[in-house]
């Protein structure tokens, strides 16, 4: 969601009405005439109203459907903004997605072949979480494209000097600095 209302300059603080005309207009410059194709499940996922015709339409579907087009429609708004520019997107904390988000990043590694596109995703390199098995696919069917960088955790000393730099303290109490650093590891 972050992904997308970036894509269309908007926050989760605009008023809904607001962001709907904007998904609109963007989609209609974007996508041409494909637009009205994208426009209902793009709204869905965002949490917009939907009116009359575009509401039913959405209703009917089964779970796969909507998925489907759903997948469809990001991915038809990714390859048409990085078509117009060379565009960068950054998912942090990957071993928190869940594992429809991780299944719809797997479908759009496909357009690193033919769009100006770079997928930055850190994580957490834990074979047990669901980011792990996109790294895999990332390796396996996209590995021409793949760069793989490990960070080894920080020492005590780099996390303590991390933590002071970040909130500007440089004499913490002890107990709650390892207490902060026990937390976040």
């Given at each position: ?5 970036g894509?269309l300059e908007?926050?989760?603080?605009n008023a ?10 963007r ?5 041409g005439?494909q637009a009205?194709?994208?426009d209902a ?6 949490s917009l109203p939907l009116?009359g ?23 038809a708004?990714l ?14 904390d990957?071993?928190w ?17 033919r769009a ?12 047990e979480?669901?980011s ?5 696919t ?16 920080l ?6 000097s991390?933590l ?15 207490r902060?650093?026990r937390?976040?590891?």
């Open positions: 969601l972050d992904v997308l209302r894509l908007v926050s989760a603080g809904p009405g607001r962001v709907r005309a904007v998904l609109h207009e989609l209609a410059v974007l996508c005439d009205g194709r994208y499940y793009l709204a869905r996922l965002l009116e015709e575009a509401e039913a339409q959405l209703n009917a579907l089964d779970g796969q459907q909507l998925k489907s087009g759903t997948f469809e429609a990001v991915e708004l390859a048409a903004v990085a078509s117009q520019r060379p565009l960068a997107v950054v998912l942090e990957l071993h997605a869940d594992p429809t988000s991780l299944e719809l990043l797997e479908r759009l590694f496909a357009l690193t072949d100006s596109l770079l997928f930055i995703c850190l994580f957490r390199p834990q074979a979480h669901g792990w098995r996109v790294r895999e990332a390796a396996r069917q996209y590995g021409h494209r793949l760069t793989d960088l490990r960070l080894r955790p020492t005590a000393g780099q996390s303590e991390l002071g730099n970040l909130i500007g303290i440089t004499t913490l109490p002890r107990s709650f600095q390892e902060v650093l937390q976040t590891e």
